[in-house]
């Protein structure tokens, strides 16, 4: 094939950004994907597949048998997982990534999350450090990815954010009944509730429509097209430019390199299951947290026999995700109006500042609730089946609310990704080892943020409360037959809960010793190879953090295409 400047592995949120960079700044670009290009007519609404329980299977991840994971519990034992079973930590396989379905709630950090060791100190037992840039060189990039890839909402009800410029491209969409709820409880409770950001277009938006407002939005395609992910931003428009090339059902098996120790290229098997090589002059790895680490440890040679960037062995470390912890509340009157996205109303009061902790959380009511969910929610002591369980489901269904917020994850080595030496896909790789559990700490952190969510509920009427503990979330999030269950801090202890936004495998740093790339998104040991996706991220906020990995995304991209026009990236 002809060799191009530059070939991206995986077309979701961070690589589609560096697709359309490079494109637009005229390099020749190969992005291969794994999955393929789906469309909301590909995806029926199904509630029970599309939802992230997954037990019927997952609909924008792998789903056969050929792509198992192995995971490690607290007892040393191996368990063979597959994509329908919670410890695997799901990740979307196609065009978009998880920015097809995701929910779209795109918050900026805030400058203390940049600097968590240097205001907090590390707790013991955690690999807890800043990151070598700070929210002041992201703000540009925050803001373009706001523009070009497009969000609605409004900060301006709130002081806990950092500066910015301009306000967001467009005003939030109309508040639904929880908001005015909510809004007012929070308000009496010295509290600063905004309209969430979405990446979700309220009114027309770069040629395309609003939200219609219907209730399958998390975890669904949209079928209006008002969702908006790099499938239909920015992947266009690098393919408009002629310069890049999108390939699908392409496995990458490895990173190719020379006798140099510098990357030629890929090789991968394509969607008819031959093994093509794919030459470049640079190699950008935008897998995700996994599978991106997966890939530099299966790139072995003779010069790297431990993995590519792997010398002093942090690639897989530091693994993360978020745990979602709140407050569910009953209500005697109906709080439920049925309009989607559903989630609208946030606080960020307790991101920061909590004397005793370290960082804290985004507190949000959740998305639209489908019948599945209420199952979940119903008050203890319900009959399980029949006449009584039916008209729990009826009462109940539109009189509660949950709020719920990802806490900020206080990150150790000791949590990562490995290869295993012996279980393998059905394309012969050594698939993804997951081990390591949450650092005590990110339950203490979660557990405050569970009570500050039953005392909004309970200023809003509520007239009984359930927390939603981390212990209770990760319990869930992990349970598979079998499994050793943990005490009330400890659920499953093995597994870092990854499958909520994972993150930090690749960590960016000044230090080779402590990290794998440097503060542009380069791999430390080869000059052109860059890992640009979340795994780079050092700490994952105390918010989604979709919109952190395009801003990152497009800094990264910025640095390349400078630096390119000075060598080439070629020796």
Not at 196 to 206: E, G, K, L, Q, T
Not at 319 to 329: D, E, K, M, N, R
Not at 364 to 389: K, Q, V, Y
Request: aromatic share 8%; proline share 7%; with cysteine.
């Amino acid at each position: 094939m002809k060799r191009v400047n530059a070939v991206i592995v995986g077309a979701g949120a961070a690589g589609g950004i560096v697709a359309k960079e490079l494109a637009v700044a005229g390099l020749g670009v190969v992005l291969l994907e794994r999955g393929k290009w789906y469309t909301a007519n590909d995806c029926r609404k199904d509630d029970l597949r599309n939802q992230r329980t997954t037990f019927l299977g997952n609909a924008f991840g792998p789903e056969d048998e050929g792509n198992p994971r192995v995971w490690v519990d607290g007892d040393g034992g191996l368990h063979n997982v597959m994509p329908s079973e919670g410890p695997y930590q799901n990740n979307a396989a196609c065009v978009g990534g998880g920015t097809f379905s995701y929910g779209a709630q795109a918050w900026r950090y805030m400058p203390q999350d940049f600097k968590m060791r240097s205001l907090y100190g590390a707790p013991e037992g955690s690999s807890l450090e800043d990151w070598p840039i700070t929210y002041d060189d992201l703000e540009p990039f925050y803001e373009k990815a706001e523009y070009e890839i497009g969000i609605s909402g409004d900060y301006s009800g709130t002081p806990y954010h950092g500066l910015r410029k301009r306000p967001l491209p467009m005003p939030p969409l109309p508040p639904g009944r929880e908001f005015g709820v909510l809004g007012p409880a929070a308000r009496r409770l010295g509290l600063h509730p905004i309209h969430i950001p979405m990446a979700r277009n309220s009114v027309p938006y770069n040629g395309r429509g609003p939200c219609m407002r219907c209730r399958w939005c998390c975890g669904f395609a949209c079928e209006v097209d008002a969702k908006n992910g790099s499938q239909n931003t920015v992947i266009p428009i690098a393919l408009n430019t002629g310069n890049c090339e999108l390939r699908t059902e392409c496995m990458v098996k490895e990173i190719l390199t020379d006798d140099r120790g510098r990357a030629t290229g890929v090789s991968y098997f394509d969607e008819n299951g031959h093994l093509q090589q794919q030459l470049a002059d640079t190699v950008i790895v935008s897998g995700c947290a996994t599978e991106s680490a997966r890939l530099l440890l299966n790139s072995k040679s003779r010069l790297f026999p431990n993995g590519l960037g792997n010398r002093y062995d942090q690639v897989g470390r530091n693994l993360q995700g978020h745990q979602y912890t709140g407050a569910l509340g009953y209500f005697d009157f109906d709080t439920y109006d049925d309009i989607g996205p559903g989630a609208d109303i946030a606080i960020c009061d307790y991101n920061h500042g909590t004397p005793g902790l370290r960082g804290g959380g985004m507190l949000a009511n959740e998305f639209i609730r489908l019948p599945i969910h209420t199952l979940d929610r119903l008050p203890n002591g319900t009959p399980t089946w029949g006449p009584a369980h039916k008209k729990a489901m009826r009462d109940w269904h539109r009189r509660t609310i949950v709020i719920i917020g990802p806490t900020q994850q206080i990150p150790s080595a000791e949590a990562r990704i490995t290869v295993d030496p012996s279980v393998k896909d059905k394309w012969g790789m050594p698939v993804v080892r997951i081990q390591g559990n949450c650092h005590p700490h990110t339950y203490e952190i979660g557990d405050v943020q569970a009570e500050r969510a039953q005392k909004w509920l309970l200023e809003a009427g509520a007239i009984d409360t359930r927390l939603l503990s981390q212990a209770q979330n990760a319990e869930k999030a992990t349970h598979v037959p079998d499994a050793n269950k943990g005490g009330p801090h400890k659920p499953h202890s093995g597994l870092i809960p990854a499958a909520q936004h994972q993150a930090g495998t690749c960590r960016m740093g000044d230090d080779p010793k402590g990290s794998v790339v440097n503060k542009v998104c380069q791999v430390h040991d080869v000059d052109n190879v860059f890992v640009i996706d979340a795994s780079v991220h050092v700490t994952n906020g105390g918010f989604n953090p979709a919109l952190t990995i395009m801003a990152v995304a497009f800094y990264a991209s910025n640095a390349l295409v400078h630096n390119w026009k000075g060598t080439g990236f070629r020796s």
